[in-house]
């Protein structure tokens, strides 16, 4: 004997069959439809294909699927005063990711691994004569703590100059970006986007300048010129995780300005050593992650013209600093490498421990 | 296919129970049979014949078992060990063919002998649990406790039966044959079906996958310390406990709404007072297995010492759940505690003034056996032992708390409060059998609580989609 349901009003049976001939009344012309929209039915069904794609277009298409979302969201937004899992609602609209908050109980561990890989990547780059200049971007939610609406955790602010004491330690070249990002600028000249993971056009620029700054001797004899083209209007990344009706947190999901810019470089600065076939000025190789790939922000467009050279971007988007480097040193088919690598590395990578374990309902998910 | 799934709920049920209704009744083993196979090959169509093939084994082995049970024992029982060997060397194969050779290549390495790889070999979904009924089957007819299945279908089916196919709760032969010939079908077993049903999709949609982004944040954590290591693996084994019995539910649920009764599974494992006791409330279904095919016949048949064979059965259990170290070690360590349980006496002393300190000491060594368990690797769950014991620092709750939806706390929050009232209500039954309880009739409001809960958990998978019940790995 266990103290389980025993018995059930008629009611519920009765409501529960309504209910399944409703969703029968849904359910099989969307079945058919599918069926004849078929040509390899029976292969793709072998492979087991088939009933995934149907199973993933037939949740896309409920239609209950975008009033549940909205009723969460709403729900979410309304009680909580929260997103989606992975952003956090700041002050003034400002929307942050989580991974710039969450870091790891053993941070001292997980760093010592971060800095024995990144001397690893060093390490292959100088064997191969070329010299690494890492270049960490400040987090958005340490150069902007004040939309945060909470104390940021003590060792998120430390992070950066922690990174930069070690690195200084070592003598491993670098650019102190914070410095220069925790410099009062005008709103208008903000650094980071309000609802975006990214810089600002205003902040890749600084970032170009500050390199150049700290480098002087990467100058070339190049000339780029940047024009500011026109305005267009932007919708941040983290606002997809705002998943209210209309009308309901909209601050939070409002795009942005951002300026569209486009650098040009003047061919009558070319030296004639680089025409006649001598190598002359190889460039210098940017490799990084969305901050350098995506063109809206125009990293690589800036820092040509700080440097005054060309700059071929290696940038792999969504898979962390890694990867970009991992790509561009498998890279071996050009003639020529330049002397210097410039390597855009987002710091918020280092607050995820490089062994993150995978659990087991995520094991699961993938097998599915 | 899942049960939590849209597919299932808007499509495959309503569809299905149409079809199994207008059938004849002499129809519907074979509507089931038709009905499972189609539900299983959804996931993986090749792994339907291997099915089939264990299924068609088995019966023929029934067959042979019951014809010779008593006019040749002994070739019935070399029938016997050699249907047993089939089923064992198929789940051996396919379930730890691939850390047998990882073992070996790790022992063979150091001698300096080659190694060898085998293609990575794919579990199919469900074979631990199928694979014991058609043990329990033929064991059952050789034993002379059930008779062997008329036709081929009306053994496919109950081998099949798709409500219990990928998870349980395990089925004895015996008690389905009597149901696939006769059984009930009536509004009053539907809609109490239905009920279950809906409180199964609740537990799991609603609690357990609100749970999963903060257990699996905390498992992700290589290195946890001694805060975030007991809060997380208390997180992931209340969101196990709502996935596995939010399944069993909806397993029994959909059973009675077929007209089947299935075996209970869960009983408020939390209320443990040790070990012993856990196991006589959580999966009862593989207790009760365990029992009747390893333990006592290891006891009877063999003359094995109690406390040898009660060794043994756990740490098969401990197998059975996975094939990694970490489950070795879970089965070990809970076979060493039943046992110090028994030389103690721990069990049979049930009432003691220091019942309170026992509940809280037996939850806190489950949740630390719950590191073997949620992570199913050693060296991951010895990291988690670690920071359990304060060996990795205090650990830091903050940034979890801040990178956890507030909606994810306030599901942790129902997840505990539901415990307590479900645990209130066990005792208070027990206690005094016969006392209404909560749920124990679905009308009135307490419907109308039902489905308000079954509303948000539909709302939250459409918005959300599925994501598979946690059992199926084992």
Partial sequence: ?????????????????????????????????????????????????????????F????????????????????????GENGVVLGQQHWLYTTEELVYPSRLDT?????????????????????QLILVPVPMKVATYPQYLGRTLPAPVARLYPRLIETLNQRQWPHVDLATAFHQPVGDDERLFLARDTHWSPRGARLAADTIARTWPELQGDRSFRTERLDESRYQGDLTGFILTSDGLAEGYKASEVVPRFETHGDLTTVTSAALFGDQGDRGIDLVGTSYSKIERWHFAGFLQQALAREVSTFAVEARGPYAAMERYLADTHRDAQPDTVIWEFPVRALLQPLDQRKSWQQSLDEQF | MI???????????????????????????????????????????????????????????????????????????????????????????????????????DLLQPLGIDTFTLEHIILPLGLSFYIFQAISYVVDVYRGHAQPARHFVDFAAYIALFPQLIAGPILHYRTIDRQLRQREHSWELFSLGASRFMLGFIKKVLIADSLAPLANRFLSNPDPGFADAWLGTAVAFIQLYFDFSGYSDMAIGLGMMMGFRFAENFNQPFLAMSFTEF?????????????????????????????????????????????????????????????????????????????????????LLMIMMMGFF?????????????????????????PYLLASSRLTLAFVLVAVVWLVIAGRTNLRFYAREGAPYLMQEVRGWQAGLLWLGFALAVSRLAANSFSPFLYFQF
């Fill in chain 1, 59 to 82: 949740d896309q298409q409920l239609p209950l699927r975008d009033l549940a979302i909205r009723f969460w969201g709403n729900l979410r937004y309304l009680v909580f005063r929260e």
């Fill in chain 2, 3 to 105: 049960f939590a799934s849209n597919v299932f709920l808007f499509l495959y049920l309503p569809l299905f129970l149409a079809v199994y209704y207008l059938a004849r009744p002499q129809w519907r083993s074979l509507v089931i049979l038709a009905g499972s196979y189609l539900f299983y090959a959804w996931w993986r169509p090749d792994f339907l014949l291997l099915f089939v093939a264990v299924s068609y084994w088995n019966y023929a082995f029934g067959r042979w078992l019951h014809q010779y049970r008593q006019s040749a024992p002994r070739l019935a029982f070399r029938l016997l060990t050699v249907a047993v060997i089939g089923n064992l060397a198929v789940l051996g194969y396919f379930k730890y063919a691939n850390f047998g050779v990882e073992v070996l290549n």
């Fill in chain 1, 110 to 130: 997980v760093l010592t691994g971060h800095l024995s890989r990144i001397g690893e990547f060093r390490e292959a780059l100088a064997r191969r004569q070329q």
């Fill in chain 2, 374 to 398: 949620t992570t199913g690797d050693l060296a991951h769950s010895l990291q988690i032992h670690q920071g359990m014991l304060g060996l990795s620092g205090p650990g830091y709750l903050e």
């Fill in chain 2, 279 to 363: 196991w006589r409330r959580w999966h009862l279904t593989l207790a009760d297995f365990l029992q009747n095919y390893v333990y006592r016949p290891l006891v009877k048949a063999c003359g094995v010492n109690a406390g040898r064979a009660l060794f043994v059965t756990m740490l098969l259990s401990g197998i059975w759940h996975g094939a990694s170290f970490a489950f070795f070690f879970f089965g070990l360590v809970t076979a060493l505690m039943m046992l110090l349980e028994r030389r103690f006496r721990w069990v049979t002393t049930p009432r003691t003034p220091y019942n309170g300190w026992r509940h809280l000491l037996n939850l």
């Fill in chain 1, 1 to 57: 004997m266990f103290p389980v349901m025993t018995r059930a009003s008629r009611w519920n049976g009765y409501l529960f069959c309504l209910l399944l001939v409703a969703m029968m009344i849904y359910g099989v012309p969307q079945l058919l439809r599918y069926a004849v929209s078929q040509d390899q039915a029976l292969t793709l069904y072998l492979d087991g294909e088939l009933a995934r794609d149907f199973e993933g277009e």
